[in-house]
């Protein structure tokens, strides 16, 4: 079984090849592919954690489109005031197909 796990997006995600993820909005368009930087490496029993051999590693991953992740509500309100406000936040997100892990 191998596996990596890679910086994407300010989080860490554990990826093998053929897997998709989502990560933060990158500014590629779709159909392009992305190297994203290993921070382990696992091959059956070897594990690779040395930056110098990780520098050797590339985890390349194909974009598959962009999308919007759900719609998160904001409420703020304090009592006695009439002070109420209300604001929401979609975040932009990327969908990535994990195309090699060399």
């Known amino acids: 079984m191998v596996y990596a796990i890679v910086k994407a997006g300010g989080r860490q995600e554990k ?3 053929g897997d998709v993820i ?8 779709a159909g392009d592919s992305v190297q994203l930087p290993a921070l382990l490496h696992v091959d059956g029993d070897k594990v690779t954690s040395d930056a110098a051999a990780l520098a050797k590693i590339t985890v390349t991953a194909e ?4 999308e919007r992740g759900p719609k998160i509500d904001i409420l703020k309100y304090k009592n006695k005031t009439g002070y109420r406000r ?3 936040h979609r975040q932009d997100l990327t969908r990535l197909k994990v195309t090699g892990i060399k």
């Open 86 to 88: 209300r604001i929401g």
């Open 63 to 66: 974009v598959v489109r962009d």
């Open 15 to 17: 990826v093998s090849e």
């Open 22 to 29: 989502v990560v933060d909005r990158l500014k590629a368009a």
